[in-house]
């Protein structure tokens, strides 16, 4: 079972910055943020293998950063020139399905509580 839990939620204007990070109780080879608006399924931000190998969904690439400090099992999600667009309850997941060096979009077991992010325009 993992554990895990999202902090660093808040309110930010467009343009601006935020980063939210998410502490696991376990370290899974693949992790990764997902983002869910109402009425909307659940879609991928980003996912991280344990060395290091990264995916983002085209709407964040080059704006998004994902990283991960395995010493501390801490999953971050840096995010910047947000756009109100990007308003959304994100989900840190974990025990993806591992495909190569890369990690899935899909298969993650293990799912945080959820923070709010809101960009007003």
């Known amino acids: 079972q993992v554990q895990l839990v999202e902090s660093g939620g808040g309110s930010v204007q467009a343009g601006g910055s935020l980063t939210v990070s998410c502490a696991a109780s376990?370290?899974?080879?693949?992790m990764g943020w997902f983002r869910q608006v109402p009425g909307k399924d659940r879609e991928v931000v980003a996912t991280?293998?344990?060395?290091?190998?990264?995916t983002y969904a085209d709407s964040v690439k080059g704006r998004f950063t994902i990283s991960r400090d395995i010493t501390k099992n801490t999953l971050y999600l840096q995010m910047n020139s947000l756009k109100p667009e990007d308003t959304a309850v994100y989900y840190c997941?974990?025990?993806?399905?591992?495909?190569?060096?890369?990690?899935?979009?899909?298969?993650?077991?293990?799912w945080g509580q959820g923070t709010q992010i809101t960009v007003s325009s």
């Open positions: 376990v370290a899974t080879y693949c």
């Open positions: 991280i293998s344990r060395g290091g190998t990264t």
């Open positions: 997941a974990a025990s993806g399905i591992r495909v190569g060096a890369y990690c899935s979009w899909t298969g993650y077991n293990y």
